[in-house]
């Protein structure tokens, strides 16, 4: 599957951070928790939109689409 390249301008707010790869293990005997931590982390992002009008969210439709969910990546970046 190729990188898709986001519809461009748009955005009113982005937010980036970096999700840790982590998993707890908590015991149902004695409550006690174990974590572990594999390699790898991710980035995430969070992008906020204004309300649009039909014509101008169809390309943000068709790239959501496109994404076909989690498997699908894309350039992203801050537009301020």
Do not use: C, H
Request: net charge positive.
């Amino acid at each position: 599957m190729p990188t898709l390249t986001m519809p461009s301008g748009g955005f009113t707010n982005s937010r980036f951070g970096l999700m840790r790869n982590t998993r707890a293990f908590p015991s149902p005997m004695n409550l006690v928790t174990q974590t572990v931590e594999w390699y790898g982390s991710m980035w995430v992002a969070q992008y906020t939109v204004p309300p649009m009008k039909r014509a101008t969210v169809a390309p943000w439709q068709a790239f959501i689409i496109q994404l076909r969910g989690t498997s699908g990546r894309f350039y992203g970046f801050d537009p301020k």
